[in-house]
Nanobody
Framework: QVQLVESGGGSVQAGDSLRLSCAASGRTFSWYAMGWFRQAPGKEREFVAAISWNGDRTLYADSVKGRFTISRDNTKNTVSLLMNSLKPEDTAVYYC?????????????????WGQGTQVTVSS
């Protein structure tokens, strides 16, 4: 069983930065793609960013492209999301996901395991 534990959320002002981290355990981390998704109140979970098994390919939602950066450290079994220039519309619970495959993907149905989420609140 895979366990994913997110950390790094918090309350910030618009324009600030936050770095989310996700620590994984339970199966060979470096074999699988990882992703970040978010869910705001009353909305469906939406894709934010994804990274392939070795980090050579990344995907971003248009809404965060140029502001967010996903990275991974396979020696530490962690994936991170650096969020710059945060906006109030980035407010949501952020979840990391462990994919079924090695390639980066944006479809949440292709993710097998999820963390418990971490709250990010951006005020104007």
């Amino acid at each position: 069983q895979v366990q994913l534990v997110e950390s790094g959320g918090g309350s910030v002002q618009a324009g600030d930065s936050l770095r989310l981290s996700c620590a994984a355990s339970g199966r060979t981390f470096s074999w699988y793609a990882m992703g970040w998704f978010r869910q705001a109140p009353g909305k469906e979970r939406e894709f934010v960013a994804a990274i392939s098994w070795n980090g050579d390919r990344t995907l971003y939602a248009d809404s965060v492209k140029g502001r967010f950066t996903i990275s991974r450290d396979n020696t530490k079994n962690t994936v991170s999301l650096l969020m710059n220039s945060l906006k109030p519309e980035d407010t949501a619970v952020y979840y990391c996901g462990n994919a079924r495959h090695s390639y980066a993907q944006s479809d949440p149905a292709e993710y097998e395991y999820w963390g418990q989420g971490t709250q990010v609140t951006v005020s104007s």
